[in-house]
């Protein structure tokens, strides 16, 4: 199943979700035809989907599930032949059944990782890379490929002083953003909704509504996804929100607490 959307830029992108009925078919993709099927677990639902949008319009790029839940993650990895699986770290707790499934097709695993994370501590862990949320679109889909050809990737955001700095159109709306309105964009790529914005910064949701229309503005963009997805192809704003740290995780999706409230005994 595919989602086509058309941005304000003109590009029309192609993006699969997970659907069961491409299990009976995915078994027999292999890297015989060059393509590198790839799976996009991650919590963030917009820094999940923009990520997808930029890998699917490369040639040699195939997203073959976008899992939401555990259960669905472990059921793709047992049934897809997948080549990268790219992951938070959200789902790092089922990291004992995560590789005892990608070892049985030989899947590389590159972790998404958060500002205050440890590298160190994921290759202890047999990962093949690690990204940032700060990583930008050239960079996730160098970092896709060189994985997918058995290669280390360490992404390394604060060495790349000269790109940051060619980067002008990054830092042209960098300079237009206040600094209350880079935190609001951070929270919005991080998954964040309205009224967990305004808890964070002591305001009103409407408050923060009029913040996000005249941010659209002044970037050009016209929703959330669009605007997730100009900051993985600016590095420099993604630095910047990169740099703001947001006082806690967004929530898990309501259907995922229920679960867990209902395995609960009763008092």
């Known amino acids: 199943m595919r989602t086509y959307v058309v941005t304000t830029w003109g590009t029309r992108w ?10 009976s078919v995915a078994g027999c993709w292999s890297r015989a035809d060059g393509m590198i099927n790839v799976i996009i677990a991650d919590h963030q639902a917009i ?51 995560i590789k005892a499934l990608t070892e049985i097709n030989q899947t590389k695993i590159l972790v998404v990782a958060d500002p205050s ?12 890379g690690v990204v940032f949320r700060s990583v930008n679109g050239a960079a996730i889909v160098d970092a896709v490929r060189r994985v997918a050809r058995g ?46 914005i305004a808890a964070q910064t002591e305001t009103s949701e409407q408050v923060i509504k009029n913040s996000l229309r005249s941010i659209f503005d ?18 420099m704003l993604a630095h910047a929100t990169a740099s703001v740290t947001p006082e806690a995780e967004p929530p898990e999706p309501r259907r995922n607490r229920e679960r867990v409230h209902a395995r609960q005994p009763h008092e």
């Open 47 to 97: 820094f999940r989907t923009g990520v997808a949008k930029v890998l699917a319009v490369e040639d040699d790029i195939r997203i073959v599930g976008q899992p939401q839940s555990r259960e669905q993650l472990l059921n793709a990895l047992e049934r897809l032949r997948i080549h990268v699986l790219l992951i938070s770290t959200n789902f790092l707790s089922l990291l004992a059944e």
């Open 151 to 196: 290669e280390s990737y360490i992404h390394t955001p604060n060495a790349a002083a000269v790109e940051l700095s060619e980067d002008l159109v990054g830092i042209r709306v960098r300079d237009r953003l206040s600094e209350k309105e880079l935190r609001i964009v951070a929270a919005v790529v991080r998954g964040y909704k309205n009224r967990e």
């Open 14 to 23: 192609a993006v699969p979700m997970y659907d069961q009925r491409i299990e």
């Open 117 to 128: 994370d440890e590298l160190a501590a994921f290759i202890a862990m047999g990962m093949q």
């Open 218 to 235: 002044k970037i050009g963009v016209s929703d959330r996804l669009e605007l997730a997805l100009f900051v993985l192809h600016h590095r």
